[in-house]
């Protein structure tokens, strides 16, 4: 019971001063923490808490006892059984006591590794340069070693896609808020780009009505040729014409040449059978002058 006592009295300051501390504190609505199964959520808290504690000065004590104030439910529950637990080992129970023992209750060594082994991998893949920039800051907080402005822009330029990193790579630039920028704007040129590039098709593609095929003429048939096939027109709107039009070169029926009743061919110049134009009669009779 003195435990209990101890712990709670933790989390609740006393005094004047302490009191309007606490709501000094509670004006910069921090978050509760009820034990989330997440352990990003746990990550986020309790950067949340340290971003206010920097603002507000607080010492390692107020620190202390405001994080105890903010857990609910199951993670209230954790501490009281935990503070006991370090209490009777007999460790003072501080602000790095109780940010270590969090940690590992709800952010563990083998997910912060997980974390960092996803950094080492990230590369920008179909996300946009600014979501690629969010993960990287994001995961680059996992990173276990130090950091240098040369090394974190070498490795988000590293993940770009190559399009980009092909340019931005010649910049050089050291300036991680700088690069980033210069990227989007590159990000922005290539979409550009690439736009222009599908309105004008292919590379190699020439335009112009020169270039366009032209439908397809089909050969004209020789005389002496058996037969023709000719298409009849179609009418107006599409529709279908009266079908195909036989013609026999023989005697110039409607018929192939070989269902042709005749054996003798039709002169097409004087329309009479038994020769053909080329030797027909009226081409060597003079023409009678008037």
């Known amino acids: ?6 712990a709670a009295g933790a989390a609740r300051p006393t005094g004047s001063q302490e009191s309007w501390d606490l709501v000094k504190f509670q004006k910069c609505h921090p978050p509760q923490f009820a034990g989330d199964a997440d352990p990003e959520a746990a990550d986020r808290w309790i950067c949340e ?3 206010i504690f920097s603002v507000l000065g607080c010492s390692p004590e107020k620190r202390l006892a405001y994080a ?3 857990l609910v439910g199951e993670a ?3 501490w009281r059984g935990t503070y006991q637990m370090i209490v009777a080992r007999g460790v003072t129970v501080d602000w790095d006591c109780f940010w270590t023992v969090f940690m590992e209750k709800y ?3 083998s997910v912060r590794h997980a974390k960092e082994a996803e950094f080492m991998r990230l590369h920008q893949g179909g996300l946009s340069v600014s979501e690629y920039a969010m993960r990287f800051e994001h995961l680059a907080h996992f990173y276990s070693q130090a950091i240098s402005k040369a090394w974190k822009c070498r490795k988000f330029t590293e993940g770009l896609k190559y399009e980009l990193k092909k340019v931005v790579v010649l ?8 690069l980033v920028e210069k990227a989007k704007i590159v990000e922005r040129l290539e ?3 690439r736009v222009i590039r599908v309105a004008e098709g292919p590379a190699g593609s020439k335009r112009g009505s020169g270039s366009q095929r032209k439908p397809y003429d089909r050969p004209q048939p020789q005389q002496g040729d058996p037969v023709i096939w000719q298409p009849a027109e179609t009418t107006r709107g599409g529709g279908q014409g009266r079908g195909a039009a036989l013609r026999c070169y023989r005697c110039g029926g409607s018929h192939l040449i070989r269902d042709c009743p005749h054996t003798e061919s039709r002169c097409f110049r004087c329309q009479q059978m038994g020769h053909v134009s080329f030797n ?3 081409r060597s009779r003079p023409e009678r002058s008037t």
């Not at 019971?1 to 101890?6: G, K």
Request: glycine share 6%; with cysteine; hydrophobic share 40%.
């Open 191 to 193: 979409g550009g780009n």
């Open 107 to 109: 952010f563990p060594e």
């Open 1 to 6: 019971m003195e435990a209990e006592r101890a």
């Open 280 to 282: 027909c009669p009226t």
């Open 49 to 51: 808490l340290e971003k």
């Open 76 to 78: 209230e529950h954790w």
């Open 171 to 178: 910049m050089a630039i050291t300036e991680f808020p700088a």
């Open 68 to 70: 105890v104030y903010m």
